[in-house]
């Protein structure tokens, strides 16, 4: 089993920055393909960005293009979402999610296989 521990959440105010991580333990990284899901108060929770086990292929939802960037270091077993420009749209639980296997369904809830406890980010206007 591999266990993920999410940090880096806090308070932002409106167009600010946040970089959140991911640590792995339990297994290395580089047997899974990674992603980041939020849920927002209210809301369902949702997909946010995910990166391929070879790292060469990178998914985002249309809200966040632009402004978060993931990315993954294999050594340190940690992903990464650099988050800016933050609006108060973004305030959400954010999650770090893996998938086993090929990346197919690494965009969905449903198609992710191991989840952390989540980090909380609230953006402030």
């Known amino acids: 089993q591999v266990q993920l521990v999410e940090s880096g959440g806090g308070l932002v105010q409106v167009g600010g920055s946040l970089r959140l991580s991911c640590v792995a333990s339990?297994?290395?990284?580089?047997?899974?393909?990674m992603g980041w899901f939020r849920q927002a108060p209210g809301k369902e929770r949702e997909f946010v960005a995910a990166?391929?086990?070879?790292?060469?292929?990178?998914y985002y939802a249309n809200s966040v293009k632009g402004r978060f960037t993931i990315s993954r270091d294999n050594a340190k077993n940690t992903l990464y979402l650099e988050m800016n420009s933050l609006k108060t749209e973004d305030t959400a639980v954010y999650y770090c999610?893996?998938?086993?296997?090929?990346?197919?369904?690494?965009?969905?809830?449903?198609?992710?296989?191991?989840w952390g406890k989540g980090t909380l980010v609230t953006v402030s206007s």
């Open positions: 339990g297994r290395t990284i580089n047997i899974y393909n």
């Open positions: 999610a893996a998938k086993a296997g090929t990346p197919i369904q690494v965009t969905t809830t449903d198609g992710m296989d191991y």
């Open positions: 990166i391929t086990r070879s790292g060469i292929t990178t």
